[in-house]
């Protein structure tokens, strides 16, 4: 056969391929999509945003030293910037209860503020820590968890003055870690073999095989505490009601678009249904 024409036949097969596969898919047409997209002038990556209770406030943090404010619910957002000298650091999470807010990242950086973000103090940590600050949750007036990259795991009751270890062993580098509201934790090995759950009073994780031959991607919490997990290649399983933290019975495998090869990074609920 003409290589030309052999050439041309393969391009027309891959073209009605890619046809097939769009028809088939069932995503929303993007014209119908509620999300909104904000431009916004940084190159940086961006990892976690969080907002004061009137939904108005909020902050964004990212690698580079990036923080953004916004006092429109997200409307727009200023870039921010701290006196870290020539320090770079990624911020990787941030949390707010009422007007007291943290921000941690990596290398071990802590942020707080009593006041919304007017005035941002740094939290000197020991050297000693076990991994760096990758996860902050805001639990109170004073009170918050840090959880770091290697799965330890602090609480402060009195503004940062003093932490105290929750969890005596490390579970190695994660991928991601999550806390439920109950104060539960789930984190994914960095490969995505494994995970790990801790449950408050525990003095170790507790590690589980993944539930497939597929490499996890992300875990987390229903709002009601159940367990959802995202597996490559787009899978979905979430646990069954009523099974505890520690308990390894999934429902039945679900993907949402079969006929894509696309990966899922992450899911979040906007109501409890």
Not at 40 to 46: C, D, F, G, N, R
Not at 172 to 183: E, F, I, K, T, Y
Request: aromatic fraction near 10%; include cysteine; charge should be negative.
């Amino acid at each position: 056969m003409n290589p030309l024409l052999q050439k041309f036949k393969n391009l027309l097969m891959v073209a009605l391929l890619a046809v097939f596969c769009v028809g088939c898919s069932d995503v929303p047409n993007l014209a119908a999509n509620p999300w909104q997209v904000i431009e916004l002038p940084t190159e940086a990556s961006m990892y976690d945003v969080a907002f004061t209770p009137d939904g108005q406030h909020g902050w964004l943090v990212g690698s580079r030293n990036t923080l953004f404010e916004t006092t429109d619910g997200g409307e727009t957002w200023e870039p921010r910037n701290l006196d870290l000298g020539d320090e770079k650091v990624s911020f990787f999470s941030v949390s707010f209860a009422g007007q007291e807010g943290w921000v941690v990242g990596k290398p071990s950086i802590l942020l707080h503020t009593t006041d919304g973000g007017t005035n941002w103090t740094r939290v000197i940590l020991s050297s000693k820590l076990p991994g760096a600050p990758y996860g902050i949750t805001a639990l109170g007036p004073g009170q918050a968890e840090m959880a770091t990259d290697l799965g330890a795991i602090y609480r402060t009751d009195d503004g940062a003055q003093n932490w105290h270890a929750l969890v005596q062993g490390a579970v190695g580098v994660v991928r991601n870690l999550r806390r439920s509201p109950a104060g539960e934790y789930i984190a994914v090995s960095a490969k995505g073999n494994f995970y790990s759950t801790w449950h408050p009073g525990d003095d170790e994780w507790t590690p589980h095989q993944r539930t497939s031959s597929r490499r996890l991607q992300n875990m987390g919490f229903f709002p009601d505490g159940r367990q959802w997990l995202i597996a490559r290649g787009g899978l979905l399983q979430f646990s069954q009601p009523g099974a505890a933290l520690e308990s390894e019975d999934w429902d039945e495998e679900v993907y949402p678009e079969f006929s894509t090869s696309w990966g899922l990074l992450d899911m979040a609920y906007r109501t409890p249904e």
